[in-house]
């Protein structure tokens, strides 16, 4: 797959939470979820740490690394795998690659430094059910509704063949409600 399509990148925009897995000096796996990230370029996304000394420590030594993200209603997404630089506060580029990360934090977080990944790898990520029984999406998400005792408040458009700039995060409220 073409890295970071516009399909991966709507994907991460309308996504809530990646997990970041990085590895310690030691091999010690680690995975820890992150809210605030965004897509930097074709090739890169950046993710605030505002709380995440460890995978900054891990990422400092070893910068492979490996970003999942699903919509759980949906149940697919993606695995970006890449290695990371870590972008501090004195670091010269940091206002520029950190200014869509301190846009969404506002004043509620402090942005310590930008986890910035080079993605090298991209995977898609799918339930079993679409292959093994042919599920549709539709299917797929009035399962999870149940599963999660929740409803939609709105059904938004699936991942597409290409972006759709229109609909992103925060305008779309897909996302279900309890
Ligand atoms: C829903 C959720 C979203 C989070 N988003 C972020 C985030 O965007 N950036 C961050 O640094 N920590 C975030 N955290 C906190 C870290 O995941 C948490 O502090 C974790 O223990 C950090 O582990 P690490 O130091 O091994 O990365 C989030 C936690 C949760 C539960």
Request: proline letters at 4%; charged letters at 20%; one cysteine or more.
């Amino acid at each position: 797959m073409t890295l970071m399509d516009d399909t991966v990148r709507y994907a991460i925009d309308r996504a809530v939470l990646c997990w970041l897995a990085t590895v310690s000096e030691h091999g010690i796996p680690n995975v820890s979820p992150k809210e605030l990230w965004r897509v930097h370029d074709h090739a890169t996304v950046v993710i605030a740490d505002i709380a995440s000394g460890g995978s900054v420590r891990n990422l400092r030594t070893n910068p492979a690394c490996c970003v999942s993200f699903v919509d759980v209603f949906r149940q697919k997404g993606f695995k970006l795998v890449g290695t990371a630089l870590i972008v501090g506060r004195k670091d010269d580029d940091f206002e520029h690659v950190s200014a869509p990360l301190r846009a969404i934090a506002g004043n509620r977080f402090f942005v310590r430094n930008v986890i910035a990944v080079t993605v090298r790898h991209v995977a898609p990520i799918l339930a079993p059910s679409y292959a093994l029984h042919k599920a549709s999406e539709a299917e797929m998400m009035a399962d999870a509704f149940k599963t999660y005792s929740v409803k939609p408040i709105a059904v938004g458009a699936g991942f597409p063949l290409h972006g759709n700039d229109g609909e992103r995060r925060g305008n779309d409220d897909s996302q279900g409600s309890v």
